[in-house]
C-alpha cells in the first residue's frame, strides 16, 4: 500500500488501473473468435493459428494510430469511435495483401488515467474488431502524467491476419486495362487532420460545434465520423474473385495511395464524375481554397478504398460489393502510363 500511496503522489492512480482491467473485460469477450487462447491479463496475447485450417499461411500484420484525430475527440469529448479508426486503420492495411484480420493489440497513453474514457476508447476498438472479425487478445494502458496533459491520450494499435500464400494479392497480378472498383468512405477518416484543424480552427476559427446544412449536423461530428472498415465485403470478394490489387486510400489520398498495388510502369485513370465527393470535403475545399488537385493528394475524396478487378469480372464484383452493403463503383481503368490521371 506503502508504494502505491508513493506513485499516486507521482500521479500514477493504480486503483484507476484495476478499474479499467474490469470495465474492459466486457468488451474484450464481445470479439472472441476461432483460434483465440487463454483470456486478458496474460503476459502475451495466444492465438492457435493450427486451428483455422490454413494449408500454407503467410502472416501479415499492420501498425498504425489515429494521429490528430484525436484532437477533435477530445475537443468535442466523444471517445467512444476513436477506437473504431485506430482498427480501421491497421485491418484495411493487411486487407490490401489479401489477408484476413486474426488478432488486435491496443496500447492507449493517458496523462491521467480517468477510466470512464478509457472505457469509451476500448469499447470502440472491441466495436471495429467485432466489425472486422478480429479478437482482441491483449493491450496496455499507460499512464504518463509528464508525457500527457491530464485529459490528453494517445491511442495506437496493431493487428495480425493471414493469407495463404499463392493468394497474396501483389503488383505482379495487375494488368492493363483492369477495372478499378471504389468503395465510398464515410468521411475524412483518419488522415490528413493536422491540415483540417487548420483550416478549420486556425484559418476560419470555426467552432466544431457549428451546424453547416451541406453536413445535416455540425462539423465535428462529420469529422468524428469513424474510419469505414472493409474487411468482411472485401473479403468476401476475395472468396469468390479473382481480386488483381487493393490499395487502402489514406494519407497521401488517390496520387499516393492507387500506385502502390501497381505493377512499375502502370498507372490508373480515374473518372471524377462516377463517384460521389462527399459533403466534408466540399466544405473543406470552400473553407481553404485548395486547388483540387491538393485535394486529391492529401484526402480520400470519397473513396476509401479501391479494388482492381478483371473487366470481365467487375460486374459480378460489383454485385458481392453492394450485396455487401458497399457503396461501389467501376471509377477507372488501369493503363500502361505509370501515375495517376484524374479526368
Known amino acids: 500500500m506503502m508504494m502505491s500511496n508513493n506513485y499516486k503522489a507521482a500521479g500514477v492512480d493504480l486503483e484507476a488501473g484495476y478499474e ?46 489515429v494521429g490528430t484525430k484525436l484532437k477533435i475527440a477530445m475537443m468535442m469529448n466523444k471517445h467512444d469511435t476513436i477506437g473504431i ?28 488515467n480517468h477510466p470512464e474514457v478509457i472505457e469509451d476508447i476500448v469499447k470502440g476498438v472491441a466495436d471495429g474488431c467485432v466489425m ?32 495463404e500464400k499463392d493468394q497474396i494479392i501483389e503488383p505482379s497480378r495487375v494488368k492493363e486495362n ?19 484543424r487548420k483550416i478549420i480552427m486556425k484559418d476560419n476559427n470555426i467552432d466544431l460545434n457549428t451546424y453547416f446544412d451541406e453536413l445535416q449536423g455540425s462539423i465535428g461530428a462529420a469529422l468524428l465520423t469513424p474510419t ?28 499516393e495511395n492507387m500506385p502502390r498495388c501497381l505493377q512499375e510502369g502502370q498507372g490508373i485513370t480515374i473518372d471524377k464524375n462516377s463517384f460521389e465527393v462527399l459533403p466534408i470535403f466540399k ?15 492529401v ?16 460486374k459480378k464484383a460489383l454485385e458481392i460489393l453492394q ?14 502510363k505509370a501515375g495517376i490521371e484524374i479526368i
Open 20 to 65: 479499467v482491467v474490469s470495465r474492459i473485460k466486457k468488451h474484450v469477450k464481445r470479439t472472441d473468435r476461432p483460434g483465440v487462447m487463454g483470456s486478458i491479463g496474460s503476459f502475451g496475447g495466444l492465438f492457435d493459428l493450427a486451428s483455422l485450417n490454413y494449408k500454407n499461411p503467410v502472416l501479415v500484420s499492420g501498425t498504425d494510430g
Open 132 to 163: 472486422a472479425n478480429c479478437a482482441l487478445i491483449g493491450g496496455e494502458t499507460a499512464e504518463m502524467p509528464d508525457m500527457y496533459d491530464e485529459d490528453e491520450y494517445d491511442v495506437a494499435g496493431f493487428t495480425v491476419g493471414a493469407v
Open 85 to 112: 479508426d485506430v482498427v480501421a486503420m491497421c485491418v484495411n492495411d493487411v486487407l490490401a495483401q489479401g489477408a484476413k484480420p486474426l488478432f488486435f493489440l491496443d496500447y492507449v497513453a493517458v496523462g491521467k
Open 228 to 255: 469505414k472498415i472493409y474487411v468482411r465485403s472485401v473479403s468476401e470478394l476475395i472468396d469468390k474473385i479473382n481480386v488483381h490489387g487493393i490499395a487502402h486510400i489514406t494519407g497521401g489520398g488517390f496520387y
Open 283 to 297: 466544405v473543406l475545399q470552400k473553407l481553404s481554397n485548395m486547388d483540387e488537385k491538393e485535394m486529391y493528394n
Open 178 to 196: 483492369d477495372v478499378v472498383i471504389g468503395l465510398a468512405s464515410s468521411g475524412v477518416h483518419s488522415n490528413g487532420f493536422s491540415l483540417v
Open 323 to 336: 450485396s455487401q452493403g458497399e457503396k461501389a463503383n467501376i471509377i477507372g481503368k488501369v493503363t500502361n
Open 299 to 314: 484526402f480520400n475524396m470519397g473513396i476509401g478504398m479501391i479494388v482492381i478487378v478483371d473487366p470481365q469480372d467487375a
